[in-house]
């Protein structure tokens, strides 16, 4: 059983550009949620996805958007970017939106210069 | 608006020795609780998970945390620890919404520091 995946694992942008991180859920899951992870602090809730439709969203700009696909895979969005958007992305999914445990990715590893 | 506050950043303790790591949150109604460890390098693995019920709570691992109302707290604890458990620890809450939708918050973490 495939639990949640991420990709890329590492990667490294400029400032001002654009970045697509991607995300397929634990089998049965239907619920994805972003985070992220700035290093030495803990995870920062982004947005939540269920039903391909963002259900709640975080003290995040605009600049971060999303998407969730009919087989409930996901993906976060950067535009712009900023040194400041440097962090590990961590994707997490649930049975459903209220389900309660998360079950997360691996991450990926954001490095802007 | 919900939060928690983990005091501690650093804790270094003797394998063998117990453990316990603080959590104090703020919610207004009663919230659902967690402990979420993260090795270097990896994802969060959730150790326990406290909605309602008995307030002393097993994990995995040998861990166990108790839900204080009164205090708004829900500390983790572990009898003996094991240098396996070298690790950064996270509390969380994880209030239900009206429209039935969950958000996860995390508090800063505890590094826990094994020493031989």
């Known amino acids: 059983d495939a639990g949640v995946t991420q990709s890329p694992t590492h990667l490294i942008k400029t400032r001002g550009q654009q970045v697509t991180l991607r995300c397929s859920p634990k089998s049965g899951h239907d619920t994805v949620s972003w985070y992220q992870q700035a290093l030495g602090q803990g995870p920062q809730f982004i947005f939540q996805?269920?039903?391909?439709?963002?259900?709640q969203r975080g003290n995040f700009p605009d600049r971060f958007s999303g998407h969730q696909f009919p087989n409930y895979s996901s993906e976060l969005n950067v535009n712009a970017l900023l040194l400041g958007d440097s962090a590990l992305y961590l994707c997490?999914?649930?049975?459903?939106?209220?389900?309660?445990?998360?079950?997360f990715g691996e991450g990926s590893r954001l490095t802007v210069l | 608006a919900q939060s928690v506050t983990q005091p501690d950043i650093h804790i270094t303790v003797s394998e063998g020795a117990s453990l316990e790591l603080r959590c104090n949150y703020s919610y207004g109604a009663t919230p659902y609780l967690f402990w979420y460890v993260q090795s270097p390098g990896q994802g969060l693995q959730l150790l326990l998970k406290?909605?309602?019920?008995?307030?002393l709570v097993q994990g995995i691992k040998g861990f166990e945390a108790e839900f204080k109302r009164s205090q708004s707290s829900f500390n983790l604890r572990k009898p003996s620890v094991h240098w396996s458990d070298a690790a950064e620890y996270f509390c969380?809450?994880?209030?239900?919404?009206?429209?039935?939708?969950?958000?996860?918050?995390f508090g800063t973490g505890t590094k826990l520091q094994v020493i031989p």
């Open positions: 969380a809450v994880g209030p239900i919404n009206s429209g039935g939708y969950q958000k996860v918050t």
């Open positions: 997490a999914s649930s049975l459903k939106p209220s389900a309660g445990e998360l079950f």
């Open positions: 996805y269920y039903e391909e439709e963002e259900r």
């Open positions: 406290y909605f309602s019920g008995d307030t």
